[in-house]
């Protein structure tokens, strides 16, 4: 069964100097203080500085930036 191939599941990755999004259903807001996605379960609100998507794919997204707050609804 090849599943882990086509891996529809949500996910965040969160290191010192990005974060990765993966599986993202919308952009809904972005500016250089707040970038809002809509995911499966809901929504998701990166709060910071100097935020800036540097990789934007259909279904992922890269940003990077001053993060202070994540926050899901």
Do not use: C, P, V, W
């Not at 996605?37 to 930036?65: F, P, V």
């Amino acid at each position: 069964m090849m599943e882990y191939l086509l891996d529809s599941k949500f996910k965040i990755i969160i290191t010192d100097s990005y974060i990765n999004i993966i599986n993202y259903k919308d952009l809904i807001s972005i500016n250089s203080n707040n970038i809002i996605l809509k995911y499966s379960n809901g929504s998701i609100n990166i709060k910071g500085k100097d935020l800036l998507i540097t990789k934007l794919l259909d279904e992922e997204l890269l940003i990077k930036g001053n993060i202070s707050n994540i926050e899901f609804r």
